[in-house]
């Protein structure tokens, strides 16, 4: 059974940073492409930040020159490290495979970005 657990969030100001955790259970996790997803308010989820099973990444064009995801596969977390944050970053960042797999989604882990 696989299990993601986000951390990580909370209020920040324009501007600010975070960095997000994400530790998965599962021995699969270190061969498998992993990504950060986000779902503002009222809209649907949406990919943030993707990362192959070794180092190769992708961004939304929204979020690209300030966030940066990376993963540590001796610990079994994926990151992302979120810079320069705007209001319209905030919402609940959930990790998950890449492609998701929908019985996997976690509780997420929420972002508040005060203008």
């Known amino acids: 059974q696989v299990q993601f657990v986000e951390s990580g969030g909370g209020l920040v100001q324009s501007g600010g940073s975070l960095r997000l955790s994400c530790l998965a259970s599962?021995?699969?996790?270190?061969?498998?492409?992993m990504g950060w997803y986000r779902q503002a308010p009222g809209k649907q989820r949406e990919l943030v930040a993707g990362?192959?099973?070794?180092?190769?990444?992708n961004y939304a064009d929204s979020v690209k020159g300030r966030f940066t995801i990376s993963r540590d596969n001796a610990k079994n977390t994926v990151y992302l490290q979120m810079n320069g944050l705007k209001p319209e970053d905030t919402g609940v960042y959930y990790c998950?495979?890449?492609?998701?797999?929908?019985?996997?989604w976690g509780q997420g882990t929420q972002v508040t970005v005060s203008s």
């Open positions: 998950n495979f890449r492609p998701p797999v929908y019985n996997y």
């Open positions: 599962g021995s699969i996790f270190s061969i498998s492409a």
């Open positions: 990362i192959s099973r070794g180092t190769s990444t």
